[in-house]
């Protein structure tokens, strides 16, 4: 089977530095996710990893480990309008059965 | 381009009633997924489609649901006989790639049922 592990809820202020944790089980990995969700939105893709390593896209980064089954989603500079829920996301063997966790609630303050 | 189109965007219906949820892909994507978004269950894949074939129904909670995409660019849910707990914001979204690395989500079909 497959399972995610996000912290339910982070708290930073604007400007600052934020990195989002994801821990994963997967019998056959194909990638990890990250999408973001504005309150009455729809999840909107982010970053991808698929081997080791960071990816950097503009104020956001991902990073993987895969001998530790991790991830995480690095924002700098942050905004207000950065508040919103962040989803780590798994694709399963063959990559069909992408499977997402509970999702980090963001929250940037003033 | 014209993303994921979903429809209807809001519906409330009474327990019982039949409800079905209509689905246009991305033009070119072959990978469809259906998902139900709670706030006590979170982000549940229920149903996911490569070239139009069913892969994985296994998240699709009971016999009450079904989903079918006669054609690359259509695809429905249905759930008959609706009940309150039924009740979520359902998701359909595409990917143009087998690895489903990317996926657009439409903007939800938000359904209410009383």
């Known amino acids: 089977g497959q399972s995610l592990e996000q912290p339910s809820e982070v708290t930073a202020v604007e400007g600052a530095i934020v990195q989002i944790n994801c821990t994963y089980q997967t019998s056959g990995f194909y990638g990890l996710s990250w999408y973001q969700q504005h309150d009455g939105g729809a999840p909107t893709f982010l970053s991808y990893n698929a081997l080791d390593g960071l990816e950097e896209t503009g104020r956001f980064s991902s990073f993987l480990s895969r001998s530790d089954s991790y991830g995480y989603l690095l924002l700098q500079e942050l905004q207000m309008k950065d508040s919103a829920s962040y989803f780590c996301?798994?694709?399963?063997?063959?990559?069909?059965?992408?499977?997402f966790g509970a999702g980090t609630r963001l929250f940037v303050k003033a | 381009d014209a993303g994921v189109i979903q429809s209807p965007r809001h519906e409330v219906t009474e327990m019982g009633q039949e409800v079905t949820l209509r689905c246009k892909p991305i033009s070119g994507h072959n990978s469809l997924f259906w998902y139900r978004q709670t706030m006590m269950r979170g982000l549940e894949l229920l149903i996911y489609f490569n070239n139009n074939v069913p892969i994985d129904d296994s998240g699709m909670p009971e016999d009450r649901f079904s989903a079918k995409m006669p054609n690359a660019s259509f695809s429905t849910l249905k759930i008959q006989p609706s009940e309150p707990r039924d009740s979520a914001v359902y998701f359909c979204?595409?990917?143009?790639?087998?690895?489903?690395?990317?996926?657009?989500f439409g903007e939800g079909s938000w359904l209410t049922v009383v």
């Open positions: 996301a798994v694709g399963g063997t063959g990559g069909f059965k992408t499977i």
């Open positions: 979204a595409s990917s143009p790639r087998t690895g489903a690395d990317t996926i657009y």
